[in-house]
């Protein structure tokens, strides 16, 4: 069965970036786009952007252009989101989402919670 | 960058009531870009629905969606005690981006 497990909570003072990992199986990784969706603490969710695992081409959500970078490993099936010069405004909860067969996330990981806090 | 207005904000009913929720585009879309979410609190969105009216894997027939160009619905026939949470459309564009409307609470009356 498919499963995106992600690495556990963060916390995190400002200035500082962060690197979430999203582990899959159940599927062949390299054949659907790894999409990376946010939700602050009792607000909706906020798409961040998607990795192609097969080439790692990437793109991301206008909002956060120049500060998250994503990648990912395919040998061990695991894809990556780097949020750099975090502020209070990133505490939120990240996703990891897997990309159907046409537009929609069909699985999600667990998410894992970023706090950003002096 | 296509907007996804949902309502009502809150939907107020009872078990067994039907419950029908709103997505609005800010311009027309493909039906087939076009997606239904569920969370409950404390856990990750599921998927509901795809390509706005092909249910997604195990989930139950009350649940209905249709819609196309600018206006999709969500229709659950008969609201059940675990389906009471928030739901979320998704469309996914030709830019390519992604996004989602701000999102419908169902909460028991």
């Known amino acids: 069965q498919v499963q995106l497990v992600q690495s556990g909570a963060e916390v995190k003072k400002p200035g500082a970036s962060v690197k979430v990992s999203c582990k899959a199986s159940?599927?062949?990784?390299?054949?659907?786009?790894m999409h990376w969706v946010r939700q602050a603490p009792g607000q909706g969710l906020q798409w961040m952007g998607w990795?192609?695992?097969?080439?790692?081409?990437?793109h991301y959500a206008q909002k956060f252009q120049g500060w998250v970078t994503m990648t990912r490993d395919t040998s061990i099936s695991t894809a990556y989101m780097e949020l750099s010069r975090l502020t209070s405004d990133d505490t939120a909860v990240y996703y990891c989402?897997?990309?159907?067969?046409?537009?929609?996330?069909?699985?999600w990981g667990q998410g894992t919670l970023v706090t950003v806090s002096s | 960058e296509i907007v996804l207005t949902q309502s009502p904000g809150i939907l107020s009913l009872s078990p067994g009531e039907r419950a029908t929720l709103s997505c609005r585009a800010s311009?027309?879309?493909?039906?087939?870009?076009l997606a239904w979410y569920q969370q409950k609190p404390g856990q990750a969105p599921r998927l509901l629905m795809s390509?706005?009216?092909s249910r997604a894997t195990g989930i139950p027939e009350r649940f209905s969606g249709s819609g196309s160009g600018t206006d999709f619905t969500l229709t659950i026939s008969r609201l059940e005690p675990e389906d009471f949470a928030l739901y979320y459309c998704?469309?996914?564009?030709?830019?390519?981006?992604?996004?989602f409307g701000g999102g419908t609470k169902v909460e028991i009356k």
């Open positions: 311009q027309s879309i493909r039906s087939s870009y």
């Open positions: 159940g599927y062949t990784f390299t054949g659907y786009y």
């Open positions: 390509g706005a009216s």
């Open positions: 990795i192609n695992p097969s080439s790692g081409g990437t």
């Open positions: 989402a897997k990309k159907g067969d046409i537009a929609e996330l069909d699985y």
């Open positions: 998704q469309q996914y564009g030709s830019s390519p981006e992604l996004t």
